[in-house]
């Protein structure tokens, strides 16, 4: 079982950046491939970024490329995700995922792949 804690979320100012982290616990960090989703009220949980086990291969939503960075430290078993230039329409609860990967450089796009999920963290930008 793979238990994943999500932090750093509040609230910011549009233009403004925050960090989250996603701390992973029950299996090596390195053997999941790891994903951020969001989901704001009225709509579904959407794909932010995801990441390899590696961290070489990485996918973004068109919506935060440029603004977004998903990066990983395995040795620290945490996955981040910097997010700069903060939009309202960023405002949503934010969930780590994981789903155990046999490939360094298999990333998964969609929710259904992934088996582990964080309780979420909320990020509000007021405008």
């Known amino acids: 079982q793979v238990h994943l804690v999500e932090s750093g979320g509040g609230l910011v100012q549009a233009g403004g950046s925050l960090r989250l982290s996603c701390g992973a616990s029950?299996?090596?960090?390195?053997?999941?491939?790891t994903g951020w989703f969001r989901q704001a009220p009225g709509n579904e949980r959407e794909l932010v970024a995801a990441i390899s086990r590696s961290g070489g291969t990485i996918n973004y939503a068109d919506s935060v490329k440029g603004r977004f960075t998903i990066s990983r430290d395995n040795a620290k078993n945490t996955v981040y995700l910097q997010m700069k230039s903060l939009k309202p329409e960023d405002t949503a609860v934010y969930y780590c995922?994981?789903?155990?990967?046999?490939?360094?450089?298999?990333?998964?796009?969609?929710?259904?792949?992934?088996?582990?999920w964080g309780q979420g963290t909320q990020v509000t930008v007021s405008s």
């Open positions: 995922a994981a789903a155990p990967s046999s490939s360094l450089y298999s990333v998964f796009t969609f929710r259904v792949t992934y088996d582990y």
């Open positions: 029950g299996r090596t960090c390195g053997s999941l491939a």
